[in-house]
C-alpha cells in the first residue's frame, strides 16, 4: 500500500512522496494501488480503433515547458510545479529550441508553458527571439504571476507587444471553487489579472489580442460541454467583474502527480479511471494532441506531450533530445501511449486547445 501525501502546499516531490517517482505511478496506473486493478490497456483500445501503433500528423505545435517553478502550488498539478521546484531551461538550452525552429518552418506555433513560464530568468528574450522566427506564440499563464511582484506586473503590456495569445486557467468562475483548487486568494488576484488583460485589449473584439480560459474539473469527474460552460463563463465574468475572454477550453484532469495523489486520498482513483474508460471515445482518440505536438522539457528532452513529460516517458524515436532535434523521423515515430491517455480520449476529448471531437 502506498503511504499517502499529508500537505498539498508543496510538490509531492520536496514532501519525497512516493508518487514523485514515475515509476511509483506508472504501477499504479497499471496495476491499482494493492496491485489488483487492471483495466483494459490503452493500447488495446487504440487497436479496436485502428489507431495501434498511434502515428503522428506531422509535427506543428512545439510545446516548450520552461521550467517547474511556479508562484503556486494546485492541488491538481500535472507538473508537480511549485514554489519549492528548482528545475528551469537554460538560456543554452532556449538558444537549441530557436535552433530547432529556425531549421524547421512547419512548427508553426510555440506553445510556452511551466510551472509559471514567467518565472524564468530568459522567458523575455525567448518569447522575443522566438517572435524574430515570425511564429504564433502562446503563453500558459496562471494569471496571479502578474500581480506576484511588481517585476511581474507590465506582463500584460508585454504580450500585447508581442502578440501572444494567452491562455489561463481559472476552475470556476467564483471563489471558493477556485480557490479550494488552487489556493487561498488566487480566485481574486487571478480577477485582478483577468482586468488587467482586459484593460489593454486582451479578449476585446477587434483587437486582435486572443485571451483564452481553461476549466478543469475540481473533482473526479469529466468537464460539462464546453459550449454551454462557456456561455456559463462569459455571463457570470461580464456581469460580475465586467470582464471578456475568447473561448473557453475544458480540460480533464489525468491521472497523474497531484491529481493522483488526490484521487488515491479521497479514495475516487477505481472510480475515475473506469469512468474515462468507460467514456473512451474514437473520435477523440483519433484527434489527441499528441499527433501534431511535440513536448520540450526543461533539460532539452522530447516527449509526445506534456504528461508524457511528466512521467518521463521519452519520445521513442533515435534522437530524443533538442541538440538533435529531426521532425522527419520525428513524423515516423510511434506515440508513446499508456493508461493516463484516456483522460484525452474521454467523453469529447481533452488537449491543451479544450475538447477535440
Ligand atoms: S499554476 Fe499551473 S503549473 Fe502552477 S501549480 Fe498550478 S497547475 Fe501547476
Ligand atoms: S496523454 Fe499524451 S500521449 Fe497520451 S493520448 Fe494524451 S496527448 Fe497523447
Same mark, same amino acid.
Given at each position: 500500500?502506498?503511504?499517502?501525501?499529508?500537505?498539498?502546499?508543496?510538490?509531492?516531490? /520536496?514532501?519525497?512522496?512516493?508518487?514523485?517517482?514515475?515509476? #511509483?505511478? &506508472?504501477?499504479?496506473?497499471?496495476?491499482?494501488?494493492?496491485?489488483?486493478?487492471?483495466?483494459?490497456?490503452?493500447?488495446?483500445?487504440?487497436?479496436?480503433?485502428?489507431? /495501434? *501503433?498511434?502515428?503522428?500528423?506531422?509535427?506543428?505545435?512545439?510545446?516548450?515547458?520552461?521550467?517547474?517553478?511556479?508562484?503556486?502550488?494546485?492541488?491538481?498539478?500535472?507538473? @508537480?510545479?511549485?514554489?519549492?521546484?528548482?528545475?528551469?531551461?537554460?538560456?543554452?538550452?532556449?538558444?537549441?529550441?530557436?535552433?530547432?525552429?529556425?531549421?524547421?518552418?512547419? &512548427?508553426?506555433?510555440?506553445?510556452?508553458?511551466?510551472?509559471?513560464?514567467?518565472?524564468? *530568468?530568459?522567458?523575455?528574450?525567448?518569447?522575443?527571439?522566438?517572435?524574430?522566427?515570425?511564429?504564433?506564440?502562446?503563453?500558459?499563464?496562471?494569471?496571479?504571476?502578474?500581480?506576484?511582484?511588481?517585476?511581474?506586473?507590465?506582463?500584460?503590456?508585454?504580450?500585447?507587444?508581442?502578440?501572444?495569445?494567452? +491562455?489561463?486557467?481559472?476552475?470556476?468562475?467564483? %471563489?471558493?471553487?477556485?480557490?479550494?483548487?488552487?489556493?487561498?486568494?488566487?480566485?481574486?488576484?487571478?480577477?485582478?489579472?483577468?482586468?488587467? &488583460?482586459?484593460?489593454?485589449?486582451?479578449?476585446?473584439?477587434?483587437?486582435?489580442?486572443? &485571451?483564452?480560459?481553461?476549466?478543469? *474539473?475540481?473533482?473526479?469527474?469529466?468537464? *460539462?460541454? %464546453? #459550449?454551454?460552460?462557456?456561455?456559463?463563463?462569459?455571463?457570470?465574468?461580464?456581469?460580475? /467583474?465586467?470582464? +471578456?475572454?475568447?473561448?473557453?477550453? #475544458?480540460?480533464?484532469?489525468?491521472?497523474?502527480?497531484?491529481?493522483?495523489?488526490?484521487?488515491? %486520498?479521497?479514495?475516487?482513483?477505481?472510480?475515475?479511471?473506469?469512468?474515462?474508460?468507460?467514456?473512451?471515445?474514437?473520435?477523440?482518440?483519433?484527434?489527441?494532441?499528441?499527433?501534431?505536438?511535440?513536448?520540450?522539457?526543461? @533539460?532539452?528532452?522530447?516527449?509526445?506531450?506534456?504528461?508524457?513529460?511528466?512521467?518521463?516517458?521519452?519520445?521513442?524515436?533515435?534522437?530524443?533530445?533538442?541538440?538533435?532535434?529531426?521532425?522527419?523521423?520525428?513524423?515516423?515515430?510511434?506515440?508513446?501511449?499508456? %493508461?493516463?491517455?484516456?483522460?484525452?480520449?474521454?467523453?469529447?476529448?481533452?488537449?491543451?486547445?479544450?475538447?477535440?471531437?
Amino acid at each position: 500500500m502506498i503511504p499517502l501525501t499529508k500537505n498539498d502546499k508543496v510538490s509531492l516531490k /520536496y514532501q519525497h512522496s512516493p508518487l514523485a517517482d514515475v515509476h #511509483t505511478q &506508472l504501477g499504479i496506473l497499471e496495476h491499482g494501488r494493492t496491485g489488483d486493478f487492471a483495466l483494459v490497456p490503452f493500447q488495446q483500445k487504440l487497436e479496436e480503433s485502428g489507431l /495501434y *501503433p498511434l502515428k503522428p500528423t506531422g509535427v506543428q505545435i512545439f510545446q516548450v515547458n520552461v521550467g517547474k517553478m511556479c508562484n503556486q502550488a494546485c492541488r491538481h498539478c500535472h507538473v @508537480d510545479a511549485g514554489p519549492d521546484r528548482k528545475e528551469i531551461m537554460t538560456k543554452e538550452t532556449m538558444q537549441e529550441c530557436l535552433n530547432a525552429l529556425k531549421n524547421n518552418p512547419e &512548427l508553426k506555433s510555440v506553445d510556452l508553458t511551466g510551472g509559471a513560464p514567467e518565472m524564468n *530568468p530568459d522567458f523575455r528574450w525567448f518569447v522575443a527571439e522566438i517572435k524574430k522566427l515570425d511564429r504564433h506564440v502562446i503563453v500558459r499563464c496562471n494569471l496571479t504571476i502578474i500581480l506576484a511582484n511588481k517585476k511581474y506586473y507590465d506582463l500584460p503590456q508585454f504580450y500585447k507587444q508581442h502578440s501572444i495569445e494567452v +491562455v489561463s486557467s481559472l476552475p470556476f468562475y467564483t %471563489q471558493d471553487r477556485t480557490d479550494r483548487q488552487r489556493g487561498d486568494g488566487v480566485f481574486e488576484d487571478s480577477i485582478k489579472a483577468l482586468q488587467m &488583460l482586459n484593460e489593454v485589449g486582451y479578449g476585446k473584439e477587434g483587437t486582435g489580442l486572443i &485571451l483564452n480560459l481553461v476549466y478543469n *474539473p475540481a473533482g473526479a469527474f469529466l468537464s *460539462p460541454a %464546453q #459550449t454551454s460552460l462557456e456561455k456559463e463563463y462569459k455571463k457570470a465574468l461580464m456581469e460580475r /467583474y465586467g470582464i +471578456v475572454f475568447n473561448n473557453l477550453f #475544458t480540460i480533464t484532469n489525468l491521472p497523474i502527480s497531484r491529481f493522483l495523489d488526490y484521487l488515491l %486520498q479521497s479514495g475516487n482513483y477505481e472510480k475515475y479511471m473506469e469512468r474515462l474508460v468507460n467514456a473512451y471515445n474514437p473520435v477523440a482518440a483519433q484527434n489527441v494532441m499528441c499527433r501534431n505536438t511535440i513536448s520540450i522539457s526543461w @533539460d532539452g528532452y522530447l516527449y509526445d506531450c506534456d504528461f508524457n513529460q511528466m512521467l518521463d516517458l521519452k519520445v521513442n524515436n533515435a534522437s530524443k533530445h533538442i541538440s538533435a532535434f529531426n521532425t522527419a523521423t520525428l513524423n515516423e515515430r510511434s506515440i508513446v501511449v499508456n %493508461q493516463h491517455c484516456y483522460g484525452c480520449t474521454a467523453g469529447a476529448g481533452s488537449s491543451c486547445g479544450g475538447v477535440v471531437a
